[in-house]
């Protein structure tokens, strides 16, 4: 006998195609080319699961967070260099970006001195650093934004087509 699903013991895979409200057999219809035996060896773990098959659940589940899980926790090459984005509201993102961006503005002419020669000297190694970090945390921030974009997107509270549209007339 099998042992027993629980919250507990359940991927993000499997979680996720539960919350969509599908069982194995219509997520397997949903993504076509993957078997319902497939999704029940990546969903337990007996068998990795592999990135076409991340993108086809992201499409039938409208979860696009799916992506930078596996990227950030399952692609080895990921693992190394995509952070995980944290799934906040947009009042959340808009907040912490701009108060990065405030701090800085302060540090911008000392960023200015830091660089101007091309090279980072020991004494400027510490404020280098944490200028730094504060646009790694808008660089966060940024992604943050666009995986609550594609979450809108999904969910079907923005149209894709508009925000296309709109951003075209915006470049121009």
């Known amino acids: 006998m099998g042992k027993k699903s629980t919250k507990e013991n359940k991927s993000v895979f499997q979680l996720s195609r539960e919350e969509a409200g599908m069982t194995r057999a219509e997520a397997s ?4 080319f993957v078997s319902e035996s497939r ?10 699961v592999q990135p076409e098959e991340v993108l086809a659940m992201e499409k ?4 696009p967070s799916l992506c930078n ?3 950030s926790h399952e692609c080895p090459i990921g693992q190394e260099y995509v ?3 944290e799934i906040k509201v947009l009042e959340q993102i808009v907040l912490k970006m701009l108060a990065t961006m405030n701090t800085l503005e302060k540090a911008k002419d000392r960023f200015i001195e830091i660089s101007a ?3 980072i000297t020991d004494d400027e190694l510490t404020d280098f650093a944490r200028i730094e970090a504060r646009i790694e945390q808008i660089s966060m921030a940024a992604d943050s934004l666009s995986l ?6 999904a969910s079907g509270k923005i149209d894709a087509d508009k925000l296309d549209k709109a951003r075209k007339a915006v470049q121009k």
């Open 83 to 85: 952070p995980e984005i």
């Open 148 to 153: 609550w974009v594609s979450n809108t997107i």
């Open 69 to 71: 899980y596996y990227c």
């Open 29 to 32: 219809e949903a993504m076509v």
């Open 117 to 119: 020669d091309g090279e």
């Open 60 to 63: 039938a589940y409208k979860k």
């Open 39 to 48: 999704i029940e060896k990546y969903e337990s773990g007996k068998s990795p």
